[in-house]
């Protein structure tokens, strides 16, 4: 099982919609968690970080994250064409005594005009 | 502030050679990371230097070695290029990554070296 599941995509939803975006980890020890948005060719660019059971909003984005089911999402409101990009998940846990960035492999988000 | 700062931005070299990445984090962090991103592999943790010390290290043969210098600053060199290290270098800084639920341990990534090996 890998460490970090997204869904590849892609997603498509249309202009004005909410974007849902789902990630689930396995390592109950996982204590931060993390959103990455990357446009093709471009590097990876934070979002939001999230480390507390419940959501976080800033902006357009809400991240919310429930560690009993072990997933954290990210919604996007009122979805513009600029959103289109792939999301990276990422969490921080402590293992084999030193905390270690896992990322999921992205779900690519397309937003439809 | 300024942001993560990689060079060379792009660089193409041929089988055999090898290549030194330079990358400066952002101002006043300790913490450097490197990964690499491939289209089939997505991000993929090389090693991460903290205070000039190799802190943690991911499965990469060898030929991929780092170090960290007392400005934080750091380099990775790949040795005896493959066409499969064809990708895009990725470095990251944060306040000390060795924290749990710290907003200090968040990473920022520079804008990233496109290695193409011919």
């Known amino acids: 099982q890998k460490e970090v599941e997204q869904n590849s995509g892609p997603l498509s939803v249309p202009e004005g919609a909410i974007a849902s975006l789902n990630c689930t980890y396995s390592d109950r020890g996982s204590q931060s968690f993390f959103w990455y948005r990357q446009y093709s060719g471009k590097s990876p660019e934070l979002i939001m970080s999230?480390?507390?059971?419940g959501d976080k909003e800033d902006g357009r984005f809400t991240a919310q994250l429930n560690k009993a089911s072990q997933y954290v999402s990210l919604l996007i409101r009122d979805s513009q064409p600029s959103d289109s990009a792939t999301y990276l998940c990422a969490v921080n846990l402590f293992t084999s005594g030193t905390y270690k960035y896992i990322f999921g492999t992205g779900t690519r988000l397309k937003v439809l005009a | 502030k300024a942001g993560v700062t990689q060079t060379p931005r792009y660089l193409i070299k041929t089988r055999g050679q090898q290549v030194t990445l330079s990358c400066s984090p952002i101002?006043?962090?300790?913490?450097v990371s490197w990964y690499q991103q491939t289209p089939g592999q997505g991000l993929q943790f090389l090693f991460e230097?903290?205070?000039?010390?190799?802190?943690n290290k991911g499965n990469f043969p060898g030929r991929f070695s780092g170090r960290q210098f007392s400005n934080s600053r750091s380099e990775m060199n790949v040795s005896t290029l493959e066409l499969g290290d064809s990708a895009l270098y990725l470095c990251?800084?944060?306040?000390?990554?060795?924290?749990?639920?710290?907003?200090?341990?968040?990473?920022?990534f520079g804008e990233g070296s496109w290695l193409t090996v011919v």
């Open positions: 230097y903290f205070s000039e010390t190799q802190r």
């Open positions: 990251a800084s944060s306040l000390d990554r060795d924290r749990g639920r710290s907003s200090g341990n968040t990473i920022y």
């Open positions: 101002s006043g962090h300790r913490s």
């Open positions: 999230i480390y507390s059971n």
